[in-house]
């Protein structure tokens, strides 16, 4: 009876020491078991920004991982933009028509609204789609849109732009794309406090400047931008500018006029002044800001300068990064369609497009890095098994947006590990990816990790990770790996 119950303690021992020779650096209890040559291994990717340490026969790696590309994303905007493409419902929740007889309606492709003057000529200027929540009366107000007209001229004759209105006297300024009977096309900002001048045509708002548009006008789409500045004196200063976005955005027309008998606007809107026979625009998206100032970029070392150009590629604000890591930027035009951040740090530059740029906005830069970490590799050729990652602990040392892991095999990707940031705090969700089968090439390569971080500058993050996979159920074993992610270069 002894000796069945010593050899029943041996086998038990021999399907133990088995069982543990196929776990290559797993920690059980309080010991561990190394084999010399394990059948799964980590192998250094050899991707751009990516440092590789493997120990432990390659079951075992630390990840370096320098986040030097540069990103940047608006984050905080005071202004309001407005995309007249999403429908007539849209648009009539914050847009009233104005004018007698006024009609607006959508273009066949749905390019955008297209707004009629009316047969009444000169009554409350044509037809204008006015803000429903007029900001009030304020020193500063700026305002774009991108409009185009498909009238091709006389006999069709009328003003078609953005105005800034008085809602108490029905007073407004203009400024906006001018034809009339001469055939010649016009960029003015125009006045109207209930009287015009007569043009063969018909009526006209009078110009307080104006300026002839050389070459085509006909269906091409400029973008419109429109300040006024009210100086404690009372004196109103307009400025305007024209921009040919289908030739490329270049500067059509800068003008700017002092009114020392001014119209005190509290609202905006979009408007089409009839000369003669029902002129129209098309007009697709608008955008308007009473933080006209600055605008603000955060996240950047000491050295960075910023640059803010127009689409005509023209200078309109620029400024030296504080030891804050913040530059607040003077705008000469603080509503601009197609606007770029230029950000410049000892002698790498990123541009970045904003499709609306509005003064008061706030951008931050980020630093990221997307891409393999490590590849998974096995000497069983024939046989498939199944992976997985977990995050077991996480460690910042400054601000991050979010960090995704996640696997990579020849066809299919996993769910992701997701790291995000709450008030200083790590979230984790989930902290670990779905399971999926990988499938050996003839080289051994099985499959990646593969990462994407977005973090701040100097930003140092350590996620601590496992990959387990198994062959057959309820056996599995597991590689560990830590990697090492630092914000900018």
């Given at each position: 009876?002894?000796?069945?119950?010593?050899?029943?303690?041996?086998?038990?021992?021999?399907?133990?020491?088995?069982?543990?020779?196929?776990?290559?650096?797993?920690?059980?209890?309080?010991?561990?078991?190394?084999?010399?040559?394990?059948?799964?291994?980590?192998?250094?990717?050899?991707?751009?920004?990516?440092?590789?340490?493997?120990?432990?026969?390659?079951?075992?790696?630390?990840?370096?991982?320098?986040?030097?590309?540069?990103?940047?994303r608006l984050v905080n905007r005071t202004g309001l933009v407005y995309d007249l493409t999403q429908g007539r419902d849209y648009v009539l929740q914050y847009f009233q028509e104005y004018g007698q007889g006024c009609n607006f309606y959508y273009t066949s492709d749905g390019s955008g609204i297209v707004v009629t003057g009316?047969?009444g000529g000169g009554l409350y200027g044509g037809c204008t789609l006015r803000y429903k929540y007029p900001p009030g009366v304020i020193a500063n107000i700026s305002f774009t849109a991108l409009m185009k007209t498909d009238d091709a001229g006389s006999p069709i004759e009328g003003i078609r732009g953005v105005s800034l209105?008085?809602?108490?006297?029905?007073?407004?300024?203009?400024?906006?794309?001018?034809?009339?009977?001469?055939?010649?096309?016009?960029?003015?900002?125009?006045?109207?406090?209930?009287?015009?001048?007569?043009?063969?045509?018909?009526?006209?708002?009078?110009?307080?400047?104006?300026?002839?548009?050389?070459?085509?006008?006909?269906?091409?789409?400029?973008?419109?931008?429109?300040?006024?500045?009210?100086?404690?004196?009372?004196?109103?200063?307009?400025?305007?500018?024209?921009?040919?976005i289908t030739g490329g955005g270049g500067l059509v027309a800068y003008l700017e006029r002092v009114d020392f008998s001014p119209i005190y606007s509290d609202n905006f809107g979009l408007t089409v002044y009839q000369i003669r026979q029902q002129p129209s625009a098309v007009f697709q998206i608008i955008g308007f800001t009473?933080?006209?100032?600055?605008?603000?970029?955060?996240?950047?070392?000491?050295?960075?300068?910023?640059?803010?150009?127009?689409?005509?590629?023209?200078?309109?604000?620029?400024?030296?990064?504080?030891?804050?890591?913040?530059?607040?930027?003077?705008?000469?035009?603080?509503?601009?369609?197609?606007?770029?951040?230029?950000?410049?740090?000892?002698?790498?530059?990123?541009?970045?497009?904003?499709?609306?740029?509005?003064?008061?906005?706030?951008?931050?830069?980020?630093?990221?890095?997307?891409?393999?970490?490590?590849?998974?590799?096995?000497?069983?050729?024939?046989?498939?098994?199944?992976?997985?990652?977990?995050?077991?602990?996480?460690?910042?040392?400054?601000?991050?947006?979010?960090?995704?892991?996640?696997?990579?095999?020849?066809?299919?990707?996993?769910?992701?590990?997701?790291?995000?940031?709450?008030?200083?705090?790590?979230?984790?969700?989930?902290?670990?990816?779905?399971?999926?089968?990988?499938?050996?090439?003839?080289?051994?390569?099985?499959?990646?990790?593969?990462?994407?971080?977005?973090?701040?500058?100097?930003?140092?993050?350590?996620?601590?990770?496992?990959?387990?996979?198994?062959?057959?159920?309820?056996?599995?074993?597991?590689?560990?790996?830590?990697?090492?992610?630092?914000?900018?270069?």
């Amino acid at each position: 009876m002894a000796r069945r119950a010593f050899i029943a303690v041996i086998v038990l021992l021999l399907v133990v020491s088995i069982a543990y020779a196929t776990i290559y650096t797993q920690r059980w209890s309080y010991f561990t078991v190394n084999i010399s040559q394990p059948h799964v291994w980590f192998e250094d990717p050899q991707y751009p920004n990516v440092v590789v340490e493997l120990s432990n026969y390659k079951t075992s790696a630390i990840v370096n991982i320098s986040a030097g590309n540069m990103g940047v994303r608006l984050v905080n905007r005071t202004g309001l933009v407005y995309d007249l493409t999403q429908g007539r419902d849209y648009v009539l929740q914050y847009f009233q028509e104005y004018g007698q007889g006024c009609n607006f309606y959508y273009t066949s492709d749905g390019s955008g609204i297209v707004v009629t003057g009316n047969p009444g000529g000169g009554l409350y200027g044509g037809c204008t789609l006015r803000y429903k929540y007029p900001p009030g009366v304020i020193a500063n107000i700026s305002f774009t849109a991108l409009m185009k007209t498909d009238d091709a001229g006389s006999p069709i004759e009328g003003i078609r732009g953005v105005s800034l209105w008085n809602s108490t006297s029905g007073y407004y300024y203009l400024a906006g794309i001018k034809n009339n009977a001469t055939r010649q096309w016009f960029f003015g900002i125009y006045k109207y406090t209930g009287t015009t001048t007569k043009e063969p045509g018909g009526p006209v708002i009078p110009a307080l400047v104006d300026t002839v548009i050389p070459g085509r006008v006909t269906s091409v789409w400029f973008s419109v931008s429109f300040q006024q500045i009210i100086y404690p004196n009372g004196t109103v200063v307009l400025k305007a500018w024209l921009y040919n976005i289908t030739g490329g955005g270049g500067l059509v027309a800068y003008l700017e006029r002092v009114d020392f008998s001014p119209i005190y606007s509290d609202n905006f809107g979009l408007t089409v002044y009839q000369i003669r026979q029902q002129p129209s625009a098309v007009f697709q998206i608008i955008g308007f800001t009473t933080e006209t100032r600055v605008l603000i970029v955060k996240g950047l070392p000491y050295c960075c300068y910023v640059y803010i150009y127009d689409s005509s590629g023209g200078l309109i604000g620029s400024g030296h990064v504080n030891e804050s890591g913040l530059v607040e930027i003077p705008l000469v035009n603080p509503s601009v369609i197609n606007a770029t951040i230029s950000v410049s740090c000892s002698g790498y530059t990123y541009n970045y497009t904003q499709s609306i740029l509005l003064g008061g906005d706030v951008f931050e830069v980020y630093f990221w890095f997307e891409g393999p970490v490590l590849m998974v590799y096995t000497d069983i050729l024939d046989m498939n098994f199944t992976g997985w990652l977990r995050l077991y602990n996480a460690s910042c040392n400054g601000s991050i947006y979010s960090i995704k892991v996640w696997l990579v095999n020849q066809t299919a990707t996993s769910s992701s590990i997701n790291i995000t940031q709450v008030d200083g705090n790590l979230l984790v969700y989930p902290d670990e990816t779905s399971s999926m089968i990988l499938a050996p090439r003839s080289t051994g390569w099985a499959g990646n990790v593969t990462l994407r971080a977005e973090l701040y500058y100097n930003t140092y993050c350590t996620l601590y990770t496992y990959f387990y996979y198994n062959y057959s159920i309820g056996a599995f074993s597991w590689l560990d790996a830590t990697m090492n992610i630092k914000g900018g270069s």
